[in-house]
C-alpha cells in the first residue's frame, strides 16, 4: 500500500504496512514506543512550576488554505513570501527559539485528558534551527463564538487552492488562551500521522478555547475524524504546570 488514511483498510492499525515514495514502510508507527498521541492522566500527575513558553507570535500575512478532503482539510500558513512579512512568528522554551512553520487542525482533538476528547485541536507546528519539532496543542471545544476563528473561516476559499491563496492580516496569538491560563502539559511523542517521525517535544495547552457548534461544523465539511487514536505512554514522563504562563 502507497497511501494511508484515518479507517478502514489502510487506517492508523495498518500505517505500518503503507510504504513511502521510497518503498520504506512506516514501522515507527507500530514499533516505536514514543507515539503521540496520548491520553495525559492528569488527574494523577504531581504539577511542577515549569519554565514558561514564551510566544512570539505577531500580527502577520496568513493564508487560510481549504486542502480538500485530505489530511487536514485546513491550514494556516505564514507567507514568507508577502511585502509586509516583517514579523517572526516564534516560540522560546528553555532558551531554544522554534519558528512557526504552520497550524493544522484535527476534528475531534487527538490527545485526551483523563480521558475526555475534546471536539477538536490546533496543532502549532514549530521547528528550531537543528530541525527539532516542537508541536503546540490548543485544545477545541463547543461554546461561546469565537471571533478570531470566524476571521480564518471568513478567509477560506470555497474551493480547494494550493496556489494563488489570498493573504490576510491576522493575529496569531489570538488562537491561544489569555495569557493568564496558559499552564501546559508536556511530554516528548511523535507526529500523529506517516511517518510518525519520533523526538517531537508536545506542548498541550491546558485550557481548551471554545468556538461554535457553527464553527467546528464548518473544520467538519472540509474533515472530521482526522484523527489517530491515543498511544501507549510507556514509560514517557509527563510533565505538568501548577501556575499559568505569565
Ligand atoms: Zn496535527
Not at 83 to 109: C, D, K, R
Not at 176 to 197: D, Q
Amino acid at each position: 500500500m502507497t497511501t494511508w488514511s484515518f479507517s478502514g483498510s489502510n487506517g492508523p492499525e495498518f500505517w505500518h504496512l503503507v510504504v513511502d515514495t521510497n518503498g520504506e514502510p512506516y514501522s515507527t508507527c507500530k514499533y516505536s514506543q514514543t507515539q503521540s498521541p496520548i491520553d495525559i492522566p492528569a488527574a494523577s500527575l504531581a504539577t511542577t512550576n515549569l519554565t514558561n513558553v514564551d510566544f512570539q507570535y505577531q500580527t502577520t500575512d496568513v493564508k487560510s488554505t481549504n486542502l480538500g478532503y485530505s489530511i487536514y482539510g485546513f491550514n494556516i500558513q505564514t507567507d514568507p513570501n508577502s511585502q509586509n512579512q516583517t514579523a517572526t512568528n516564534q516560540i522560546v522554551v528553555n532558551g531554544t527559539a522554534s519558528e512557526l512553520e504552520q497550524i493544522h487542525l484535527h476534528t475531534p482533538s487527538e490527545h485526551r485528558i483523563d480521558g475526555k476528547l475534546f471536539d477538536g485541536s490546533m496543532h502549532f507546528v514549530h521547528k528550531d534551527a537543528n530541525g527539532v519539532y516542537t508541536f503546540v496543542a490548543v485544545l477545541l471545544q463547543v461554546g461561546e463564538r469565537n471571533s478570531n476563528i470566524a476571521t480564518l473561516i471568513e478567509h477560506l476559499p470555497d474551493s480547494v487552492l494550493l496556489e494563488n491563496v489570498p493573504t490576510f492580516n491576522f493575529d496569531i496569538t489570538t488562537l491561544l488562551p489569555i495569557e493568564s491560563e496558559r499552564a501546559t502539559y508536556r511530554y516528548t511523542g511523535s507526529f500523529t500521522v506517516p511517518p510518525c517521525t519520533e523526538n517531537v517535544k508536545w506542548i498541550i495547552m491546558q485550557t481548551p478555547l471554545e468556538l461554535s457548534q457553527d464553527q467546528l461544523e464548518v473544520f467538519q465539511t472540509l474533515f472530521d475524524g482526522n484523527t489517530r487514536p491515543t498511544q501507549p505512554i510507556n514509560d514517557r514522563i509527563i510533565q505538568a504546570d501548577n501556575t499559568p504562563s505569565i
